[in-house]
């Protein structure tokens, strides 16, 4: 049986990707495609105000995507060493706060805990090397998400201070920033990044149906991807849209889903290759549920 995977591959040089070789030990051929495209925007804006760190009380940052918009916007000779004369000198006598995956409990009590307690710690050191590759020393990386972070903040910020910068995503979420505005720690918030659909999707799910026909399942891997998505796949399922069994990687991908009226047949117990496969294997064989070992 087939499943239709909509997400990015791993990267070429770290081997296959882990969701393709767990399906295919339950007898699932999948094949992905790519959904979602960065853009990154407000680059100038985003040097101005790194040129002036005396106006502000720190940096946030919630998103690796957002510290790579700093690496992007430092590439031109003048503005680099600008950032390693004195700037980032400066910036450094102020905190720079990092959310990251809790690392603290550790204790592998099954192999999906152990492989989520790995997964968080790669999180981790990507997030710290992209940090220190701009020469920046972060802190709260421990908090494990964004209201972990808010109340670390808050226990180090006075209010009405000078205004934390915070660099990030047009689909940013809101807990951070109101946890701060209600403590009365200012924050600036500036978009430098944005979703948008992948520039071959279309293309690509076009001559996945052509050629593969329908898939028995389809996997929706953010509400983005089912904002992107869902139109084209509706489009070229026809009347047989009714005999495939939707899946989503977790409940809010799947929340994404009901609304725009799709049954969803498996959501992922936690999002992992081994959840999402045995979710699947379940849905498309509803009489024979032993799952292989």
Not at 172 to 190: A, D, F, N, W
Not at 192 to 204: F, M, N
Not at 205 to 228: D, E, M, N, R
Not at 258 to 272: D, K, L, M, N, R
Request: proline fraction near 7%.
């Amino acid at each position: 049986m087939k499943v239709l995977l909509l997400k990015d591959p791993k990267d070429k040089d770290s081997g296959p990707d882990p969701y393709i070789k767990e399906l295919g030990s339950h007898s699932l051929e999948a094949t992905l495609i790519p959904v979602l495209s960065f853009e990154f925007i407000s680059l100038d804006s985003l040097f101005e105000k790194l040129s002036h760190p005396e106006c502000y009380g720190g940096l946030v940052f919630t998103s690796p995507r957002a510290l790579e918009a700093i690496k992007m916007c430092l590439k031109e000779k003048s503005k680099k060493e600008a950032w390693s004369k004195s700037l980032k000198q400066m910036w450094n006598i102020k905190p720079t706060y990092v959310v990251g995956k809790a690392t603290a409990s550790l204790g592998f009590y099954d192999r999906k805990s152990e492989l989520l307690s790995l997964l968080s710690v790669f999180f981790l050191c990507c997030f710290l090397v992209l940090v220190e590759e701009i020469g920046l020393f972060p802190q709260g990386e421990k908090s494990g998400n964004a209201e972990k972070l808010a109340e670390y903040i808050c226990s180090r910020e006075k209010p009405n201070s000078s205004a934390l910068l915070f660099p990030c995503g047009a689909l940013k979420r809101e807990v951070l920033p109101t946890v701060l505005r209600e403590k009365g720690i200012p924050l600036e918030s500036l978009t430098v990044y944005q979703t948008t659909q992948h520039p071959d999707l279309q293309e690509s799910l076009s001559s996945y149906f052509s050629q593969q026909g329908i898939p028995a399942s389809i996997v929706f891997f953010s509400p983005s991807g089912v904002k992107f998505c869902l139109q084209h796949i509706q489009k070229l399922s026809g009347d047989l849209i009714n005999q495939v069994k939707f899946a989503a990687i977790g409940p809010t991908t799947a929340q994404a889903l009901e609304a725009a009226g799709i049954p969803v047949s498996c959501t992922a117990g936690s999002p992992t290759p081994q959840d999402l496969a045995a979710g699947i294997h379940r849905a498309v064989h509803p009489q024979n549920c032993s799952v292989p070992q």
